[in-house]
C-alpha cells in the first residue's frame, strides 16, 4: 500500500538536488564565520517553576524547545537535549537540564526533523500523565516507540486538552527521517488558547510557529486567530538560495510577526545547533535591522537567554526573569 505523502500549501516544494547540496558544501568549506558570540544562559528560577500552577511562562531552553506554564498544565515544545546533531555539537547549554524539568503533562512536536523530534529526550521527560501532540502522519511512528498517549492532528484542526484550546496551524516544510520517509508525516505549528471562556482575558493566545518558510499562510493565521505571543524561529537561512522554502531568515520572520498580529515575538531556532552557515550574531542584528525598519517597538520583541523564563501577567503584561 503507497505511503500517504503531505504537501505544503499551493504545493510549494522544498526538494533540493544532490547538485545543489553540493554546491551548498563546496560554499560552507570557502566563508569564514565568526562563533565567539554564544547565546548566554541564565540560571533558571526552578524553585518558582515548580510551583507555579497559575501564572502562564515562556522559558527557553534552546533552539525550538521552550518550557511553558499555560492554564495548569507543564508543556514542552519540540523537545531536544541531545548534547549532539549528528556531526554538529551543540553551541550553548539547555536552559534547564533535562533532570531538573518540572513533570510535564503536554509534549507539542511541530514536525519529525531530528532537531525537533528527539526521541531520547521525550523518553526522559514522558511520563504516566504525559500527552503527546504529532502531526497527521507520526502517530503510528510514536507509539511503535512506546509512547501509548499519543494524539495526531491534522491542519486547521481544534482540540481541548484540560482547559486548553489547541489547534495545529500550517507552516511552510517538509520532513524526513530515514530515506524512505520523505514527507510521511505533516508539519506545523501551534494555536494555544484558554478553553474556558473565563480566562480568556487573563491568559494570552499563543503561537508556536514551528519550523517554516516565508509563506501566505501565516497572514491566514492571523486573520482566523487574536495571537497575543508568537514563538518565531529567525536562524537557519544561509545560504539563502538554498533555505529560503523551508527557513524564514530574520526579515521574513519579522514580517511574520506582523502578518499574525501578534503584540510579542521570541525569537528562537538560532545560536543552538549550527544547522546552516548563518550565525546567532548575525541572526539577531538583522532582526533588529528589521525592527527597527518597520518602526516596531523595542519592547514588542523579546529576546530570551537560555534558561530565562518570561512571566505572562494579566492583559499580557509580560515581565523578565
Partial sequence: MPKTRYHNVDNVSTDKTLKEFRQWREERRRKKKDYSYVVPN???????????????????????TFFLQYEGMNIITDPIWARRLGFEKRLGQPGIAISEVPPIDLILISHSHYDH?????IRKLYRAGTTL???VGLKRKMLRKGFRNCMEMEWWQEIKLGKIKLTFVPTQHWTRRTPWDTNTSHWGGYILEP?????????PNLYFAGDSGYFPGFKEIGNRYKIDITLMPIGAYEPEWFM???HVNPEEAIQAFLDVGAETMIPMHYGTF??????????????ESARVKHGISENRIRT????????VQSENRTSGQ
Fill in 244 to 246: 529560503t522554502s523551508q
Fill in 195 to 203: 478553553a474556558e471562556s473565563e480566562n480568556k482575558r487573563l491568559s
Fill in 133 to 135: 501532540v504529532v502531526p
Fill in 304 to 311: 530570551l537567554s537560555y534558561g530565562e523564563t518570561l512571566v
Fill in 42 to 64: 541564565t540560571p533558571p528560577r526552578l524553585s518558582y517553576l515548580s510551583e507555579n500552577s497559575l501564572e502562564s511562562t515562556i522559558t527557553w531552553i534552546g533552539h525550538s
Fill in 274 to 287: 549550527r544547522l546552516a552557515d548563518d550565525t546567532a550574531r548575525e541572526a539577531l542584528d538583522r532582526m
Fill in 117 to 121: 523530534l528527539h526521541i531520547a529526550s
